[in-house]
């Protein structure tokens, strides 16, 4: 989740910030110079690379489904069954970065973007990647999946705009989160194992295909998705941080 660096304990409160700003302006000079093609990786900290085996299970999570879109037998759900197991392992490492930023006491700025960015692969785009194939595959499914992920890309746009803004507790960490986190997909994630585990996939999705033959459509279960995408983008929703 993108919040994992801006509350990081930095040692006593009066040295913070200073240390903070150090940290983030030896990032950003090391980005800024043309000092070979590998400054870029040297620039990162231990947490961003972390942050990108989050991305990385995303990405291969996104390959998995595709792979069982293009195999011969619908029926063998391996792929399926890996594309949603990589959606939690991307979860793992997305706390773990945390841990290991708060440990190493580095602030990021490029680390919050990383995360951001990891976000939004791994919770949005992948697990509408596993609903289309699963068998949500209309033109009207594909708009509501859509809109779900461009619903977590505006959430995470937010968040990096108004999180100095949040209220904040001893240790400079928000209070809470605005809107549900996009991690929460991991709930549809579980919906859908279960469906693939029962061998509800395709023309035997829960609840049917609505509106058969006609330009609308649809599959009623998408709506889980718009739910979450409204509730991700929600400005009165607050929830506490553990």
Not at 5 to 19: E, I, Y
Not at 20 to 47: I, M, P, Y
Not at 168 to 185: A, H, Q, R
Request: charged letters at 15%; a positive charge.
């Amino acid at each position: 989740m993108a919040q994992r660096r801006n509350g990081a304990p930095q040692g006593p409160k009066d040295d913070a910030p200073a240390s903070k700003d150090l940290t983030q302006d030896k990032q950003a000079r090391l980005l800024s110079q043309e000092a070979g093609h590998f400054s870029l990786v040297r620039a990162l900290h231990l947490a961003d690379f972390i942050t990108e085996l989050n991305g990385f299970c995303g990405v291969m999570s996104v390959f998995s489904s595709l792979r069982y879109c293009i195999q011969g037998d619908p029926h063998n759900y391996a792929n399926l069954y890996w594309a949603l197991g990589l959606i939690p392992l991307g979860l793992f490492f997305d706390f773990l970065d945390g841990k290991v930023a708060r440990w190493r006491k580095r602030a990021s700025l490029m680390g919050q973007e990383l995360d951001s960015l990891a976000d939004l692969v791994s919770f949005g785009v992948s697990p509408a990647a596993a609903a289309f194939s699963l068998g949500l595959r209309t033109p009207l499914d594909h708009i509501l999946l859509a809109f779900f992920v461009l619903c977590g890309l505006t959430r995470l746009a937010r968040f990096n705009v108004t999180v100095a803004m949040l209220p904040k507790d001893g240790s400079g960490k928000s209070k809470y989160f605005e809107g549900t986190p996009i991690p929460m997909s991991l709930i549809l994630v579980q919906i859908m194992a279960y469906w693939v585990y029962k061998g509800w996939t395709l023309e035997q999705v829960p609840l049917g295909l609505w509106l058969e033959g006609t330009a609308f459509e649809f599959h009623p279960v998408v709506a889980m998705f718009i739910l979450h995408g409204c509730l991700m983008v929600s400005k009165t929703i607050h929830i506490p941080k553990p």
